[in-house]
């Protein structure tokens, strides 16, 4: 697969640019506005990113060369996008957290008046990283065990690993040979659909998986359609369910794919009989794994709500939607601990397939200290 970047004052344009040099079995990964060109006396720019198994177009020796450098940058760019998506490593699992607690008080508990004004400080910054009052206080203990080592310098890396070792992480692995069937639900308007369109474009391209996609969310209006536009510029197959009977009959039709993504209606919490009705479709499938999506973005009081109400879907992990837009990361922490569930990936925009990222323990806990997220 060669990845390309088009830029043209117009996307017409840059579609045709596609086009000629890649050809008509192009797929389209992305496309944004950047700044304009005074090259072109345009002032913005449209920015095609497509992939295609050939490049089509003959070019001089200096084309070839440059085509050359770029397709090296971008196939950085891919390896990059590979290592954040599936090569993290140095998950913590929750043994971490036991081993470290069984461990043996020290003798010696010095702990000077500075440092506890420094960890007072720092439970301070937790609280305001909207961790919940009994974890910080927990976090405050775990540290209160270790005064005798504790000092003031290293006060940051023990809070980081304590941070670190109260959530799970779940690396997200598909092996060919058997189709398996991956659900993501969530309430209205997460973004469920962009990341599934996010990890199938991931899964196609760089792992040579053979994907397809069905969506159950024919109640709003345009949902098909927007599954079915990616579906014809990415070139994965997808399918709609109209009814929980039709499942059976559309994977019998993906049974040569490698991975499903089922796409389901978003529904509020509060309604468990609509969650009923997604679960009816989902318990036909035989799916093998739920996800859970939510925006990392909502208040507190309601993530506790909808982790518990989606409960129901027997969801494995979570992923955590627009980061971008959360002011404070800490509710990540808040719902992997008390629901002890792990997170597969954090998405941070809305570009397909960039903007998602699979995340470490370690990868977490400096977010949520740092309160950014590059
Ligand atoms: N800022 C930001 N926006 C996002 C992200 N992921 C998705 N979006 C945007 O959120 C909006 C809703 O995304 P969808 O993928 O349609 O959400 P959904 O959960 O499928 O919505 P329903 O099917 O209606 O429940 C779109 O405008 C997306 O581009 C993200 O990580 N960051
Ligand atoms: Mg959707």
Same mark, same amino acid.
């Given at each position: 697969?060669?990845?390309?970047?088009?830029?043209?004052?117009?996307? #017409? &344009?840059?579609?045709?640019?596609?086009?000629?040099?890649?050809?008509?079995?192009?797929?389209?990964?992305?496309?944004?506005?950047?700044?304009?060109?005074?090259? @072109?006396?345009?002032k913005?720019?449209? &920015?095609?990113? /497509?992939?295609?198994?050939?490049?089509?177009?003959?070019?001089?020796?200096?084309?070839?060369e440059?085509? !050359?450098?770029?397709? *090296?940058?971008?196939?950085?760019?891919?390896?990059g996008?590979?290592?954040?998506?599936? *090569?993290?490593?140095?998950?913590?699992?929750?043994?971490?957290?036991?081993?470290?607690?069984?461990? =043996?008080?020290?003798?010696?508990?010095?702990?000077?008046?500075?440092?506890?004004? !420094?960890?007072?400080?720092?439970?301070?910054?937790?609280?305001?990283?909207?961790?919940q009052?009994?974890?910080? #206080?927990?976090?405050? #203990?775990?540290?209160?065990?270790?005064?005798?080592?504790?000092?003031? !310098?290293?006060?940051?890396?023990?809070?980081?690993?304590?941070?670190?070792?109260?959530?799970?992480t #779940? &690396?997200?692995k598909?092996?060919?040979?058997?189709?398996?069937?991956?659900?993501? %639900?969530?309430?209205?308007? %997460?973004?469920?659909?962009?990341?599934?369109?996010?990890?199938?474009?991931?899964?196609?391209?760089?792992?040579?998986? !053979?994907?397809?996609?069905?969506?159950?969310?024919?109640?709003?209006?345009? /949902?098909?359609?927007q599954?079915?536009?990616?579906?014809?510029?990415?070139?994965?197959?997808?399918?709609?369910?109209?009814?929980?009977?039709?499942?059976?009959?559309?994977?019998?039709?993906?049974?040569?794919?490698?991975?499903?993504?089922?796409?389901?209606?978003?529904?509020?919490?509060?309604?468990?009989?609509?969650?009923?009705?997604?679960?009816?479709?989902?318990?036909?499938?035989?799916?093998?794994?739920?996800?859970?999506?939510?925006?990392?973005?909502? $208040? =507190?009081?309601?993530?506790?709500?909808?982790?518990?109400?989606?409960?129901?879907?027997?969801?494995?992990?979570?992923?955590?939607?627009? $980061?971008?837009? $959360?002011?404070?990361?800490?509710a990540?922490?808040?719902?992997?601990?008390n629901? *002890?569930? =792990?997170i597969? @990936?954090?998405?941070?925009?809305?570009?397909?397939?960039?903007?998602?990222?699979a995340?470490?323990?370690?990868?977490? $806990?400096?977010?949520?200290?740092?309160?950014?997220?590059?």
């Open positions: 697969m060669q990845i390309k970047k088009f830029t043209a004052p117009t996307l #017409k &344009e840059a579609t045709e640019m596609m086009k000629e040099e890649l050809g008509g079995d192009a797929i389209i990964l992305g496309t944004r506005v950047i700044e304009g060109d005074r090259k @072109f006396n345009a913005k720019m449209f &920015e095609i990113t /497509a992939g295609a198994d050939e490049i089509i177009k003959k070019n001089s020796g200096k084309n070839n440059m085509k !050359k450098e770029s397709k *090296n940058i971008y196939e950085k760019e891919i390896d996008i590979n290592k954040k998506i599936f *090569n993290s490593s140095n998950r913590t699992t929750g043994s971490e957290i036991e081993s470290a607690a069984s461990e =043996p008080k020290p003798e010696h508990q010095f702990k000077s008046e500075k440092l506890d004004k !420094k960890i007072k400080e720092y439970s301070d910054l937790l609280l305001e990283r909207d961790i009052k009994p974890i910080v #206080k927990e976090i405050v #203990k775990h540290l209160d065990n270790y005064s005798g080592l504790v000092e003031e !310098k290293n006060l940051e890396s023990y809070l980081l690993s304590s941070l670190s070792s109260m959530v799970t #779940k &690396e997200f598909v092996k060919k040979g058997k189709t398996v069937k991956i659900a993501l %639900v969530g309430p209205t308007g %997460v973004g469920k659909t962009t990341c599934i369109a996010k990890l199938a474009v991931i899964s196609k391209i760089i792992h040579k998986l !053979k994907v397809g996609l069905i969506t159950i969310d024919t109640f709003r209006l345009g /949902a098909i359609d599954l079915r536009i990616f579906s014809e510029i990415s070139d994965i197959e997808m399918a709609a369910a109209y009814e929980p009977g039709d499942m059976k009959k559309l994977l019998n039709k993906f049974s040569d794919k490698d991975i499903v993504f089922i796409d389901t209606v978003g529904r509020s919490q509060r309604n468990s009989d609509n969650l009923s009705k997604i679960k009816e479709y989902l318990d036909v499938a035989k799916v093998d794994d739920v996800m859970l999506v939510v925006s990392a973005a909502t $208040a =507190p009081r309601t993530l506790n709500d909808i982790s518990t109400k989606f409960k129901v879907f027997d969801y494995k992990s979570v992923i955590f939607t627009k $980061a971008d837009e $959360a002011a404070s990361y800490g990540i922490l808040n719902l992997s601990y629901f *002890n569930t =792990p597969t @990936f954090i998405t941070n925009g809305q570009v397909i397939p960039d903007d998602i990222l995340v470490s323990s370690e990868y977490i $806990a400096n977010l949520i200290f740092s309160g950014k997220l590059y």
